[in-house]
T-cell receptor
Framework: DTEVTQTPKHLVMGMTNKKSLKCEQHMGHRAMYWYKQKAKKPPELMFVYSYEKLSINESVPSRFSPECPNSSLLNLHLHALQPEDSALYLC????????????FGEGSWLTVV | AQTVTQSQPEMSVQEAETVTLSCTYDTSESNYYLFWYKQPPSRQMILVIRQEAYKQQNATENRFSVNFQKAAKSFSLKISDSQLGDTAMYFCAFMKHRRGNEKLTFGTGTRLTIIP
């Protein structure tokens, strides 16, 4: 059973819509991550929050906007997406120290139409 | 920059047999961590095993073990007594030992199928 919970599991949105992906962890972790995974490819890092501050942004387009309201929650706000943004979006967390294991949620399948 | 290479896109093995998945990496770092994750059809990434580069002893976790060769920059995963539930995509991943850069670099994956 995953201790990183993502909602919704599936999302279909139009290119003019605004939607959000949500992630929650109750393991006391201080680092949280968003990864994007296209079919048959490895996950690609998008953002890292460490102690509720954005520490890594892998040059992600501004139509993706992360938010970390507190150490347990992580959101990804979506606006004006393109069909090529359709992918599995994985949230993850870790204790926040170098070398700590990163634990993943089950992902949110996003389809942009 | 770090790179991780998995040279076996697909593998299959009979149930109860042993299989070894290959992984090589390239880095100039002296201290780092290596991971194997599995991703079954459910799509959740699940940690299989973890190795600290400063430890010479190979990590083991039940039926899973690694052969870590630091000089050769090789990190293979051995699955003993394979089971149907081991069918998944397996990713090898690298992480630097550097605070504030807890970033996983993944290989391209090996799709493993266990045949009944």
């Amino acid at each position: 059973d995953t201790e990183v919970t993502q909602t919704p599991k599936h999302l279909v949105m139009g290119m003019t819509n605004k939607k959000s992906l949500k992630c929650e962890q109750h393991m006391g972790h201080r680092a949280m991550y968003w990864y994007k995974q296209k079919a048959k490819k490895p996950p690609e890092l998008m953002f890292v929050y460490s102690y509720e501050k954005l520490s890594i942004n892998e040059s992600v387009p501004s139509r993706f906007s992360p938010e970390c309201p507190n150490s347990s929650l992580l959101n990804l706000h979506l606006h004006a997406l393109q069909p090529e943004d359709s992918a599995l979006y994985l949230c993850a967390s870790s204790q926040g120290w170098a070398g700590n294991t990163i634990y993943f949620g089950e992902g949110s399948w996003l389809t942009v139409v | 920059a770090q790179t991780v290479t998995q040279s076996q896109p697909e593998m299959s093995v009979q149930e109860a047999e042993t299989v070894t998945l290959s992984c090589t990496y390239d880095t100039s770092e002296s201290n780092y961590y290596l991971f194997w994750y599995k991703q079954p059809p459910s799509r959740q990434m699940i940690l299989v095993i973890r190795q600290e580069a400063y430890k010479q002893q190979n990590a083991t976790e039940n039926r899973f073990s690694v052969n870590f060769q630091k000089a050769a920059k090789s990190f293979s995963l051995k699955i003993s007594d394979s089971q149907l539930g081991d069918t998944a995509m397996y990713f090898c991943a690298f992480m630097k030992h550097r605070r504030g850069n807890e970033k996983l670099t993944f290989g391209t994956g090996t799709r493993l199928t266990i045949i009944p």
